[in-house]
């Protein structure tokens, strides 16, 4: 008896130990196929025009993406859920293409718009249902001349190479917290998220705009502990006690945990 209980205690553990190493596995981000799209520029070579955005970002110098994003089409941005996520972009077959160069990676932080006035092929090239990357200035003067104003391209998404964790912006008041979430790995992308404060359970936050959640609950005096699942691995992950007890809006709080 005792043997039997033996063996199927090991067996248990090695399915177990199977079972967690088979999601690590899983939920690590992989690149994607290459895929053909077409690229344009907005704003001048300060990328000033690319700071806010339809992410809500904010400061892209200040809040780590710096001048490698890019504004996606509506069929590209899924109505806000891939704010965050990373693409390798590179110029392709066209004699503005710079030689030499195998690609830039930029994060998407804005929406390109449709322009109905203009044909898709002529002016309207963010209009569904194109795949199209409205690149910073500086991001698209990497992989070609900025004369060229538009050109094919190859893209694929990648995992965000992130150097640190999660960035929690905070916004709201004391019975509404908004929350910006930045510097997002792996996937770069968030599905659900939800907010625990000491004296309360987990409490789940809707998607606001762009990659924003709120909450409407009162959370003052209480450290806050977020959940978070990404959108395109479906990995959950907790930061706990992200924000101490006398936390603020318009502060931004961060934490070493992240996807990969």
């Not at 941005?77 to 110029?91: E, H, L, M, R, V």
């Not at 718009?113 to 910073?136: E, I, K, L, T």
């Not at 909450?215 to 924000?243: C, D, H, K, M």
């Amino acid at each position: 008896m005792a043997s039997s209980l033996r063996s199927w205690s090991l067996c248990f553990l090695m399915a177990s130990i199977l079972a967690i190493s088979s999601k690590s596995t899983m939920a690590n981000f992989q690149p994607s196929p290459w895929q053909l799209a077409h690229a344009t520029f907005y704003g001048d070579e300060t990328a000033s025009e690319t700071m806010g955005g339809a992410c809500g970002y904010g400061n892209l110098f200040a809040n780590g993406y710096g001048t490698d994003t890019a504004a996606l089409s509506s069929t590209l941005f899924n109505n806000g859920y891939a704010c965050g996520t990373c693409y390798q972009i590179k110029c392709f077959q066209s004699p503005w293409c710079y030689s030499g160069v195998t690609f830039t990676t930029v994060t998407a932080t804005n929406l390109c718009p449709p322009n109905w006035s203009q044909d898709s092929n002529a002016g309207g090239w963010c209009n569904p249902p194109r795949v199209h990357f409205d690149m910073s200035k500086p991001a698209f003067m990497k992989i070609a001349q900025w004369q060229a104003g538009i050109v094919p391209v190859m893209y694929r998404r990648v995992p965000c190479g992130t150097t640190d964790g999660l960035r929690f912006s905070f916004q709201g008041n004391g019975y509404w917290l908004l929350v910006y979430v930045m510097n997002v790995g792996g996937g770069g992308d968030i599905a659900n998220m939800w907010v625990k404060g000491s004296q309360t359970g987990w409490i789940s936050m809707t998607h606001n705009w762009g990659a924003s959640y709120q909450a409407f609950a009162t959370l003052g005096g209480q450290p806050l502990s977020f959940r978070i699942t990404s959108y395109t691995t479906q990995e959950t992950i907790i930061a706990w006690n992200v924000a101490p007890a006398n936390w603020q809006v318009g502060l931004t709080y961060g934490t070493s945990l992240n996807f990969h």
